[in-house]
């Protein structure tokens, strides 16, 4: 789900007009990529059991261990920012168009901070609840087939337009959240079964693909480079009950999906920021609740202030050094540990 | 410690109600100029910007008998100013209520808006996020404020009944909707190229007529097809799913019904290198119309076979000559030629011959003969 509400939000955002024809094929590069560095998580896991992320730099690199810790921290409070404020600016777009911006922000976070409040568990019911959305979701991407022309991303191209290679880290940046969940998490569920765990990468890229693949064969290769939300666009393309007076259906169903999606991606990204300082700092756990409101009013801060100039020449930044990073860190963490022993 | 979590909630809980952001869009309904349909002209260097507001009693009228069929149902408003934004400033002055512009549903535009500016008016209507990525696009050379201003006799209202007679089945065969996404998509990937359809004035049942289209070349209009021709381009992009047929034989008409249009297009260039698109394509329909003296034996049938077949390959031959002279491509020939990596396809479309070939097959034998 984090990766579905992730990649909906920022891969289209990241997408140049240089990538040609074959911009789906960023997400297979990413997922290949993602697949590697979840290999690695698990040989950690695996060496240090009981541990996760904040602990392996700690153990294997002592305090510069701490400040990759920390600097890991912060970027998952980015990404987490940039991802209310692409949620909300949606909604505000779309749906409530009259209401400000800080008041859409402040609604959404308040929402966050109270399931982040209510722990992991609840958080995992929500998402168990709304997983069914992922299967609503990819029948109405079926529908939208219907204006699909091969002509725009024929397999010919891949073989003449490798553009793809190159851009081929704007679709890693679809599987940083879930990265960043999987290191983050104390789990050692994945050293007994990868392959289970490695099904919800894979269903979350496949449906990414399935949606890249159809945007770029309704709106052209670069057709798709004028939206913004171009699975927004999308949605708005679809014929079914599209004779009602305001919106058509598909789309208010998309909307609600987004946000359903978006909603569980940033409240556990929320939950992992505060759970992160807590063990950086060696602060109690009662402490967790206090620590979410303030990271949360961190996040309504950031996302508020920021006009759509700075947000359009930062995000991709933020994006791009974040995903660099989270890549850096994990490889290097899993190097280190070969020259490590094993904790018991 | 569960008293203060309790707490904790209900304050969040209340935060989350107070902020809930329903409360800054409520506008009631009579405060909303809701409009279907809008037209667009440009006149002295001013966009002329007109526009069917319905009525509120307008909007739910009914075929109840109580209904006073004689009150107007809509409201027209127009606006001219240098840029549309301003336009839509005016007509809300001139309402007191707010455009929303999000409910239209048809986009006229003029010969001259469309000419040179579609692109830029088609996406400046996309970039709003409530308005939909269907709306329907027209080109008239008629009188635009003639056309808003029309009033058909239907008991709903206008800017409705033209997207449904737009989208029915048996229009499409001499025009063809296009929506606004499909036609800026077009633009954008320069293959193949936009078209428009045709709205004019049936001033004898003071309707919407629905007739042929314009054809754009790297976004710009540089021709028109007739509605005959209209017809051929609904073959060959498979369209015109439930048109007819009419042939002359023998000084006598024939009618096909509910024929169906198949067609394959494939780019093969000749050894000596010229390029050649094969077009093929298939046709089915019910024999329908008949004269009475006319012997329905298979030689006739066969006749009118082949009589149907050469009447079709002339006709699209004709068309696409036309079509590689205007260096225009809304079929699709683009398409085969990208795919076969020709880098500027134009110059080698402008080139092309056609080689067609054209089968039509009886549907089925009609019960009574």
Redesign the interface.
């Known amino acids: 789900m984090s990766l579905i509400g992730f990649g909906m939000a920022f891969h289209p955002f990241m997408q140049v007009k240089e990538v040609g024809p074959n911009a789906y094929m960023t997400i297979v590069l990413g997922f290949l990529a993602t697949g590697t560095i979840l290999i690695l998580i698990q040989r950690l896991n695996k060496k240090f059991p009981d541990q996760n992320i904040f602990g392996w730099g700690h153990t294997l690199l002592g305090p510069l261990g701490w400040f990759g810790s920390l600097l890991f921290i912060l970027f998952i409070f980015l990404f987490d920012t940039m991802l209310v404020k692409r949620v909300t600016e949606f909604t505000s777009a779309a749906v409530l168009f009259r209401t400000p911006g800080w008041a859409s922000i402040a609604a959404y976070v308040l929402i966050l901070t109270y399931i982040s409040i209510q722990g992991e568990e609840s958080t995992g019911r929500l998402a168990s609840i709304l997983i069914g959305l992922v299967v609503l979701s990819t029948l109405i991407l079926v529908l939208g087939f219907s204006h699909f022309k091969l002509p725009y991303v024929h397999p010919a191209y891949l073989f003449r337009d490798l553009n793809y290679l190159k851009y081929g880290w704007t679709g890693f940046i679809c599987f940083i959240p879930f990265l960043m969940i999987s290191a983050s998490l104390h789990s050692n569920l994945r050293q007994q079964n990868l392959i289970a765990s490695a099904t919800v990468p894979c269903i979350g890229a496949l449906f990414l693909i399935l949606a890249t693949f159809e945007m770029a064969g309704v709106f052209g290769p670069l057709g798709i480079t004028r939206y913004s939300r171009p699975l927004y666009s999308l949605m708005g393309t679809i014929h079914l009950y599209s004779e009602y007076f305001f919106q058509n259906i598909i789309l208010s169903i998309h909307i609600f999906n987004f946000m359903c999606f978006t909603m569980v991606t940033a409240s556990i990204l929320l939950r992992i920021v505060c759970k992160g300082l807590l063990e950086l700092f060696h602060i109690q756990q009662n402490k967790l609740g206090l620590f979410t409101i303030f990271t949360a009013l961190g996040i309504f801060i950031l996302a508020t202030l920021p006009g759509l100039i700075t947000t359009l020449k930062y995000v991709p930044l933020v994006l791009f050094f974040g995903s660099l990073y989270t890549l850096f860190y994990i490889t290097l963490l899993w190097v280190t540990s070969l020259f490590h022993r094993r904790t018991q | ?1 569960k008293i203060t ?1 309790c707490f ?2 209900l304050i ?2 209340g ?2 109600i107070v ?4 409360c ?2 409520v ?1 009631p309904i009579e405060d909303r100029a809701l409009n279907l349909l809008i037209g667009i002209d440009r006149k002295d260097g001013k966009y002329r910007f007109l526009t069917q507001i319905p009525t509120l009693s307008g909007l739910v009228q009914t075929q109840h008998p109580g209904t006073d069929k004689n009150r107007e149902i809509q409201k027209i408003s127009i606006a001219e100013a240098p840029s549309l934004v301003e336009t839509i400033q005016h007509i809300e002055d001139e309402n007191y209520r707010a455009f929303v512009i ?2 239209v549903k048809s986009i006229l535009l003029s010969e001259s808006v469309a000419q040179k500016d579609s692109l830029k008016i088609i ?1 400046s209507f ?1 970039r709003h ?2 308005v ?3 709306t329907l696009l027209f080109t008239t050379t008629s009188n635009i404020e003639e056309l808003i201003r029309l009033s058909p006799p239907y008991s709903i209202q206008p800017g ?1 009944m033209l ?1 449904r007679q737009q989208k029915s089945a048996l229009k499409m065969a001499r025009s063809f909707p296009v ?1 606004a ?2 036609f ?2 077009r633009i ?4 193949p190229d936009a078209y428009m359809p045709i709205i004019s004035i049936d001033k004898k049942d003071k309707n919407y007529l629905l007739e042929g289209m314009k054809v754009f070349k790297r976004g710009e209009m540089i021709g028109e097809l007739n509605p005959e021709e209209t017809y051929i381009f609904g073959i060959l992009t498979g369209n015109a799913q439930r048109a007819f047929k009419i042939v002359h034989l023998k000084d006598q008409v024939i009618g096909i019904h509910d024929v169906s249009h198949q067609t394959k297009i494939k780019y093969k260039p000749t050894k000596e290198g010229r390029p050649t698109f094969l077009v093929t394509t298939k046709a089915e329909g019910t024999l329908l119309e008949v004269s009475p003296g006319l012997k329905m034996d298979p030689n006739t049938l066969k006749t009118i076979k082949i009589s149907i077949e050469n009447h079709l390959k002339k006709d699209i031959t004709k068309v696409l000559q036309k079509l590689r002279r205007l260096a225009s491509d809304p079929i ?1 020939f683009s ?2 030629l ?2 076969a ?1 020709v880098k500027n396809w134009r110059q080698i479309y402008r080139r092309s011959s056609f080689q067609v070939n054209v089968e039509f097959i009886y549907k089925n034998d009609p019960p009574a003969r």
């Open positions: 410690m979590r904790l909630t969040l809980l935060w989350i902020t809930l952001s329903g800054w869009d506008s999000g409910t996406t996309i996020p409530m939909s990525s269907q409705l997207v929506e996404w499909e800026v998509s954008d990937n320069g293959f699709g398409n085969q990208k795919i990596g």
